[in-house]
């Protein structure tokens, strides 16, 4: 039994660390990246005015997912001032920042019509939610869906699940600072940086790799229970 035990917790190890080995290897490739932008499914872009525009809340106000959704959801609704804006959060009764107003409140600060504006505040997971707004928004009508890359591909599909026959995608990339300023290729100052693979590129690929990994994970489940 013991010999057992110390033979799995060695397979176990060899193959963690192998797996760690890989991990560290892609980082230093440009592999996560394209992994990441491939999930934010860029080619599913409307080419009708949207009907509706749906902006899925990530996680609240003010984190970083829900305010990048949040801007470019600001920015599409002036592209199509006609469109029905539809924030989707899990509204909690408890929370004393009221994240849907929060929320609502920035829309209309930028210029988007308070009537304009509805609330999908019951649905907890992203298959709930389309199954909300189905109740809300017309689903021949073309709609399109304001989310972070990692998140674009199982929301389409989701909605698609659901019954909406035109959905397009919307993902919230961030807007890194130009590689080139930050480096310094002249011995003047030498706080400067010089090379910026190891510094910087290398821990935000390891990020990419994680968010990755975590929404593949997902897409899975959507998949064996036919979500998508």
Excluded: C
Excluded at 18 to 31: D, K, P, Y
Excluded at 35 to 51: F, I, K, N, V
Excluded at 87 to 109: C, G, K, R, W
Excluded at 213 to 218: N, S, V
């Amino acid at each position: 039994m013991i010999k057992r035990i110390k033979s799995w917790v060695k397979k176990s190890l060899l193959l963690l660390g192998g797996f760690s080995v890989v991990f560290i290897i892609l980082s230093f490739t440009s592999l996560p990246y394209w992994a990441y932008y491939g999930l934010a499914a860029t080619d599913d872009q409307l080419e009708l005015a949207p009907s509706t525009i749906v902006i899925m809340g990530g996680d609240g106000m003010p984190s970083p997912s829900g305010l990048m959704r949040l801007y470019n959801g600001i920015e599409k609704a002036m592209e199509h001032p006609n469109s029905k804006v539809i924030i989707a959060l899990p509204y909690n009764e408890y929370d004393s920042t009221f994240q849907l107003s929060l929320m609502a409140h920035e829309l209309v600060q930028k210029g988007v019509d308070t009537n304009r504006i509805v609330f999908a505040a019951n649905g907890f997971n992203t298959r709930s939610q389309a199954l909300e707004i189905k109740k809300l928004a017309d689903t021949a009508a073309p709609i399109l869906i304001v989310s972070s890359p990692e998140h674009m591909y199982r929301s389409i599909h989701s909605f698609r699940k659901v019954g909406f026959k035109i959905v397009g995608g919307s993902p919230s990339f961030e807007k890194p600072s130009d590689e080139e300023k930050l480096k310094d290729e002249t011995n003047k100052d030498e706080n400067k940086v010089r090379n910026l693979a190891l510094r910087y590129n290398m821990w935000s690929y390891m990020q990419y790799e994680i968010i990755v990994l975590r929404e593949y994970t997902a897409i899975g489940y959507y998949w064996v229970k036919g979500w998508i």
